[in-house]
């Protein structure tokens, strides 16, 4: 889809909804420059600072909701890398050193393995979704498409605001934004935000603590305008801590005589796992498990872009990215009150990145030149403790306490070039390519702590394996799309594109030596056709936009959690490349944004073929034909909102929804680890009053049952990971303009 209307409406202040409204323009970077939406011909989603605002979305992952077969989850619990799905492109693997195959852009800088792409968004002008490949102009690992994040940038004026917040399960929010104008040249922007909640699942077991988070972000940035030169820096700071949410338990063996429970008993609830655990309760948010799922995330970050106007055609930019985040997840797999499996993952990773690029146009021809370079280093310090009150009864091979430390570096560099020229007044031409090197050297360390007879919860530590190696790839990605625009403005385009992931090293649960050295993968390749058009906004407000589409999926990398050979060991966590996929699919967009009151928008996503072609997995299963996780077949969704004047006080109200369609959490297509069909409903109100706003939304008004993951431990512990969704949450926040 091309554009997601609702997405693409600022939903304005009452000024903006009166009679002799100008009709909006939408402004998106897709390609390193500002240009309408409407004349860029690559599927966009864009999504407006008000509509993140009256949604009440808190981060990068409630983002899918706005955009047609996109899926953004939050995997395996709040802290851990999301699972980022765009028209059946992802990698659903919570292993803190994988590197998703859509990229997150925040201000232009990429940010590198995937345990960045969970940021909170607070004071942000816009977001824009790009699908399929964007390997020359975005470049490293966006075989699937890339997030753009663009922050509110300083103005030159001087204002600000306070906002409170309170709602459902201790939400509990606090935000201060303040534009400062230092002179007729430059301004600063100071934004601080703080928010508290509970999660909306509930803990059975009274002696432990409710399950929460407690996240304090700062962010102050600096804008310099000159003549020649345009300055803009970024410092920002991010502090998390709390309990992450706990995990579900879904127990697959009858209570009564051990047997397997049917699907029909086990989507009941009644059924237990192979140690008699289960939630017990038959509320869906319910859990009953000893939390020990203590979080910390510390983050600093910098962002620096400096452009230089060569002469009246040409422009440089030199854009530098610097981050810094130390992460401390604590876990509990098993779902109950004993110490099954529990462990935790350790992440401290350093990344430094820089582009140069010289932009330039000749009449109406626009050329993009650049150079990139990132360098990334992931230490990780893991374990996972299992059956860990089986020691001194179970055999001790069964109870071992597994430490697994990987160094990880990441080197990468590439050069691109991509421009448009403008064949005739009605035609144009976009060529692209760019090249990329990159080179990923690992050392893995692990040993084990098993018990000894004296002493079965102390045990002994001794070695188990050590693996060093490196990955090389390079490759080449390329763009070709031809642009027609009628009479009537409207743009019709043929895409062709391909993108190039690099490969890498599985830095996650490994558990044998023989596993660890094999964990290396190789380079993934997506090749994209695309059919589209977008329509500008009309005189009587309607507009559509519309594509169809077709990958060719080439070595795709694919996290496959497989049961071991011996029933009693953990499952197997593998990243391989398996052969082909072929994905074909079609979107739709119409929306509505007159000059009256009314905004609306539906739209449709629609993915009928996600197939891998043939391929047999490490333990002889054959996955051939079996579709790919997290790919709903339809996907809808829609908003309608109004505006009025009520005596002094302008009001506005919206409701929006997101219809999945059932999908897959693995690839092995069990019905266990699936969702089935599904919708939430969003819902706002707010009032404007001279100077002060109130707003009264509320998220998943329904109270709708979902999970963003279900995991098989079913050899091991006889049930699934079941990592819930978000229920209805209802809150009330005013804020005050100055």
Sequence with gaps: MLCIPFACTTVAQAQQTSADEQMEVIEVYAQKRAQQASEVGVSITYIGEQQLTNAAIKDTTELGRFSANVKISQNAAEGTPPAINIRGVGLIDYNTANTSPVGLYVDGVNSGSASHQIAN???????EVLKGPQGTLFGRNTTGGAILVRTARPEFDNYGYVKGAIGSDDWRQAQLVGNIQVSE???????????????????LAQAYPEAGLEQNDARISYLGQWQQLNWFTKVEYSRWQGLTQPVGNIGIISPSDGSPCTLAQINQGGCVDAFGFNDGSDDFWAVKVNNNNAHETTRWGLTNELG????????ALWLLGVSDLERDHGFNCDGSLARLCEGNLGLQTRSLSNELRLQGHYQQHHITLGAYQLSEQIEQLNNNDLLRDFRGILDPSLTANFLYDNEIDTRSWALFAHAQWQLSPRWALVTGVRYSDETVEYDSVSTLNVPIAADPQGGITIDYYQVSGQQDDDGVSTELALHYTDSRDNLYYYRYSDGHKSGGYNGGFLSTPEQAQQANYGPEQLSAHEI???TPL???GFGFDGAIFYYQ???????????SANPQQPPLQLLENVASSRISGAELAMYYRPKGPWRAHLALGYIPNAEFEQYTDPLGNTLTDHRLPFTSKWNINGALAYSWAWTNVDMRAGVSFDFQSDYYFDQNENPIASQGDYTLWDAHIVADYQQWQARLWAKNVFD?????LKFDLSEFLGMYEDFKGEGRRVGLDVTFHF
Excluded at 308 to 315: A, G, I, M, S, Y
Excluded at 553 to 563: E, G, H, I, R, T
Excluded at 704 to 708: A, E, N, P
């Design 121 to 127: 968004l607070y004071d942000i002008q816009q977001v």
């Design 185 to 203: 040249q430059q301004a600063l922007r100071v934004a601080l935000n703080h928010q508290k909640y509970d999660y909306t699942s509930y803990n």
């Design 308 to 315: 230089w106007q060569v002469n009246t055609h040409w422009q």
């Design 532 to 534: 589209g058009f977008k």
């Design 538 to 540: 009309m005189r009587s």
């Design 553 to 563: 999926y080439d070595d795709q990398q694919v996290f496959m959690n497989q049961a």
């Design 704 to 708: 709708t049952h979902y999970s963003h």
